[in-house]
């Protein structure tokens, strides 16, 4: 098992309203350096149906801008694990990010976490000292097979606040 550090920055602005959150990056979005870059993971084709976006989001930038002009932050509740592969079950010695960054200077309204692991994690790290509301929300990633595309679309209709 291999010692990671968060490897890229939160997405969010001063108008950020919704916070999504995972868990840490897989190693495809290690090396990739950015979010949920697994080609199989749904998570941007999920945000580009909500967000009624050009479905194929090719570039970093171009997510980016699709997130902060729909008002959405990411980040993962992970600054640093030990973890082997991409596998959530497979995280261990977790030091969580420090969320203060996004909440003091973003008006959040609610937490969304991608997956129950990050679900956990919120609960663990956060939900003491953090009085909004947070909701979990089916892992998009493709480990997740027994949840098809509509299946997760019926869940994460919840981000429509």
Known sequence: MAHFEHPFDPVFNEKSEILILGTFPSSVSRERAFFYAHP????????AYFTKTRLFLNSIDEKKSMLLENKIALWDAIKSCDIEGSSDSRIANVVPVDLSPILENAPIKHIFTNGAKAHGLYGKYFSQSISLPATKLPSTSPANASYKFERLLTHWNAILI
């Open 40 to 47: 199989q993971n749904r998570f941007w084709k999920i945000m």
